[in-house]
């Protein structure tokens, strides 16, 4: 058989065979591989060129070897996930190099970080200003988790003590064009609510590239036609507005009406208007 048919056949197959095998090996990010993983990784893909170019002539003994590799870092993975001394040794331990925005000199020297180079991995993580840093740890991959000085983190709604409404995941329910039913049902709703909602900004389902619904039923559409200018989502601020004007009504009518007794009423409609509206409104308004 001709040399070229026989990497042609070598190349095919490994390619199949590596498709079927790669789910095993897990979900790890890049950024998140070890130097286990980079040395593991880079031996295998080193193995299956050589058996894909023909550089090992038996074929046979080339998988045998790539087999023993791959079934010895699948066991080595099982015994991390079981054993923490192996993954310890064989990842690596967390490091504390800095403890009560003091650094831990002894620490930065064992995992072989130059002052310099903590720098470098504070300045990816947005800190500038090493004072401004309580605590942070290398970890196993190398690299650097801070947590910020108390006074140094930004505010939050709790902070503020602000009540703000529960995120839920989005649903996709248009695709390239395509009503998606299933994402529809998740929410409650169906076609003919996207229907009317489509009708309201003046576009059909055939140019919509990617549309989503959030937990609160608002829409959100990008199109293929990127020229094209949607009027921003009003569902939330116009629930809100309609709630304020309701209560303004009420008031209204309190002051109008002679009659005590559907006076008293409305102030008292009033009132609970506007309390909903105010405990809404921090909802409405995210």
């Given amino acids: 058989m001709a040399e ?4 042609l056949y070598r190349t095919v197959g490994l390619f199949i065979l590596l498709l079927l095998v790669i789910p095993f090996f897990g979900r790890r990010p890049l950024s998140g ?3 286990f993983d980079y040395i593991a990784g880079m031996v295998t893909a080193g193995m299956i060129a050589l058996i894909a170019l023909n550089l090992i002539p038996n074929a046979m003994v080339g998988l045998m070897g790539l087999f023993l590799w791959t079934f010895s870092i699948l066991v080595v993975q099982f015994l991390t996930q079981k054993s923490k001394w192996a993954h ?13 925005g003091k650094i831990m000199e002894e620490n930065l020297h064992s995992a072989r970080l130059t002052g310099e180079e903590l720098l470098s ?41 602000i009540n703000v409404s529960a995120m839920k995941e989005p649903q996709t329910v248009i695709l390239d064009g395509k009503i998606m039913d299933e994402p529809l049902t998740n929410l409650g709703l169906n076609r ?14 055939e140019n919509i590239f990617i549309a989503q619904v959030d937990s609160m039923g608002e829409l959100y559409v990008d199109l293929f036609d990127d020229s094209i200018q949607l009027p921003p989502p009003s569902s939330k601020q116009l629930l809100l507005a309609t709630l304020k004007k309701i209560e303004a009504d009420f008031m209204t009518y309190a002051l109008e009406t002679k009659n005590q007794e559907w006076k008293q009423k409305y ?19 995210t």
């Fill in 4 to 7: 070229w048919l026989v990497i």
């Fill in 267 to 285: 102030s008292h409609y009033a009132a609970e208007m506007k309390e909903i509206s105010s405990r809404l409104e921090p909802h409405l308004k």
């Fill in 121 to 161: 991995q504070l300045r990816r993580k947005n800190v500038f200003h090493l004072a401004d840093v309580e605590f942070a740890v290398m970890e196993a991959n190398g690299d650097i988790t801070t947590l910020l000085k108390r006074e140094k983190q930004p505010l939050t709604p709790k902070d503020m003590r």
């Fill in 192 to 205: 003919k609510w996207m229907k009317q909602e489509l009708d309201k900004i003046g576009i059909s389902a």
């Fill in 88 to 100: 310890d040794h064989i990842y690596g331990k967390e490091i504390v190099v800095i403890k009560e």
């Fill in 33 to 35: 591989m070890t130097t």
